[in-house]
């Protein structure tokens, strides 16, 4: 398919019912391939701009690794965060596991852990999901976490190709029942 210098060309016409993803490797090859959309009938969902109480920015090579890991834990996430940083806590069959993620300076954004915090959250979330999103660490080196109370998670990936792109994910928290 497309390596990681290949240009990448995708292309829909109005009412199509199929996108085309075209990738230039150079001069020497061109690979062409067309997906039928899916028709997805649910109804709307409108995410509401929210103004999270806790902030992380952080690398993002290190919150898929942090993903990766503890889903071998188990299947739900809690993520804690204080002044004193974000805890990544997983608890399963198997056993449980724990990550707690202190701010740090660094001599690029890929190495600091930002984190502000206006009050402390507490919330789980389905880490199968979570593990989905962080498969986008590769295109930028920085993710933003954005956590707050009885709201969705906002994970926020700044592209570093893309001038003012950036692509963006909500989920919401698991509720105890």
């Not at 019912?17 to 959309?37: A, H, M, P, Y």
């Not at 690029?108 to 979570?130: D, S």
Request: glycine share 6%; proline share 5%; charged share 25%.
């Amino acid at each position: 398919m497309c390596g990681p210098s290949d240009a990448l060309k995708i292309r829909w016409q109005n009412e199509a019912d199929t996108v085309n993803f075209q990738c230039e490797s150079g001069e020497d090859r061109i690979s062409d391939f067309d997906l039928k959309l899916m028709q997805i009938e649910s109804e709307h969902m409108e995410i509401i701009e929210q103004h999270y109480k806790v902030s992380v920015r952080m690398p993002s090579s290190e919150f898929q690794k942090i993903c990766r890991d503890l889903k071998e834990f188990g299947e739900t996430i809690q993520l804690s965060a204080s002044k004193d940083g974000l805890k990544f806590s997983v608890q399963g069959d198997i056993g449980a596991g724990n990550v707690l993620l202190k701010p740090r300076e660094g001599e690029n954004p890929g190495e600091k852990v930002i984190l502000t915090v206006q009050e402390p959250v507490t919330a789980t979330f389905a880490l199968r999901y979570l593990v989905n999103f962080a498969k986008a660490a590769p295109l930028c080196s920085t993710v933003e976490l954005g956590l707050g109370p009885d709201a969705p998670l906002m994970v926020k990936y700044d592209l570093d190709v893309a001038e003012n792109g950036h692509m963006q994910f909500y989920l919401a928290p698991k509720i105890d029942e």
